[in-house]
């Protein structure tokens, strides 16, 4: 199986430490790093999340995205996040669809749109990539219209959809999935419950379930059983620490 990604890419960064006192300078905690991990994101967790369940890829990406950065400051004995820096957030630039035409689309067995709405996807780059192949899966944080109206699944999480739900028509709703975090997920007015677990980071789950389901579905072409699995990865992922893959 082999996937073609499309989006825009971060460099995810946590600093994980402990707090020990106030600021004499400032009412403020200091904080003191204990260890750092970092990773590709956004469109990168996608691809990283692909490849842990075995598929081939290739992401089609900004070129600059280790450059672009989110640094998150988190306790490690509660979990809990006092700050997150963002560099160079204005710095995607834009996506030439000639490199997207380049592609031979007939060595992929999908595409995922993983649009996180930096203005490196324009709704008119959006449609033209719907129709570079027959089996595309968007997932999308802009308000939807009639430039998604090609795509296979849209997935959106139940914020996304309360912010452009009179927006959408009855041909896009047949394609939504929409994803209710600890509610699990809805798809055509059918409900897909998960677990209670307990959650340490929900950052990246949505990268994950687009993953996932978009691997299932291509292997079984069946909705219902893609979903569960998408629901499965997911649930495992916001039970670690930081920005993960599914295992």
Same mark, same amino acid.
């Given at each position: ?14 600093? $994980? ?12 905690? /200091? ?7 970092? =990773? ?5 967790? /996608? &691809? ?7 598929v ?5 990406? =900004? ?9 998150r400051f988190?306790d ?8 997150r ?5 204005? &710095? ?10 380049? $592609? ?11 649009? $996180? =709405? !930096? ?16 089996? /595309?899966?968007?997932?999308? !944080? ?12 849209? !997935? ?14 009855? =041909?896009?709703?047949?394609?939504? %999935? ?12 059918r ?12 950052s ?5 379930? %687009? ?15 893609? %979903?569960? $699995? ?9 039970? !670690?620490?930081? /920005?993960?893959?599914?295992?």
């Amino acid at each position: 199986m082999k996937i073609l990604v499309i989006g825009e890419s971060c460099k995810d960064v946590f600093h $994980y430490g402990e707090t020990y006192r106030l600021c004499p300078e400032a009412p403020v905690p /200091v904080f003191k790093t204990i260890s750092i991990e970092q =990773n590709g994101g956004m469109a990168k967790n /996608v &691809q990283n999340n692909l490849d842990f369940l075995g598929v081939t890829t290739s992401l089609l990406t =900004n070129e600059n995205w280790e450059s672009i950065t989110k640094t998150r400051f988190v306790d490690l004995r509660t979990n809990h996040m006092f700050l997150r820096v963002d560099q160079n957030d204005d &710095q995607y630039g834009s996506l030439l669809l000639e490199k997207a035409r380049s $592609y031979d689309m007939s060595a992929y067995d999908g595409i995922i749109v993983s649009d $996180y =709405n !930096k203005g490196w996807l324009t709704p008119s780059a959006l449609l033209e990539i719907s129709k570079l192949h027959d089996l /595309v899966f968007l997932d999308t !944080k802009k308000a939807l219209g009639e430039w998604c109206k090609y795509y296979s699944f849209i !997935k959106i999480n139940n914020k996304e959809y309360e912010a452009t739900r009179h927006t959408i028509t009855d =041909n896009v709703r047949k394609k939504l %999935i929409i994803t209710r975090g600890p509610n699990g997920s809805e798809h055509l007015g059918r409900a897909y419950k998960v677990p209670v677990v307990e959650v340490k980071d929900t950052s990246g789950a949505g990268d994950t379930f %687009i993953a996932s389901f978009a691997k299932k579905f291509i292997e079984t072409v069946n909705v219902e059983e893609s %979903i569960i $699995y998408a629901n499965e990865c997911s649930t495992k992922v916001v039970q !670690k620490r930081g /920005v993960s893959v599914c295992g």
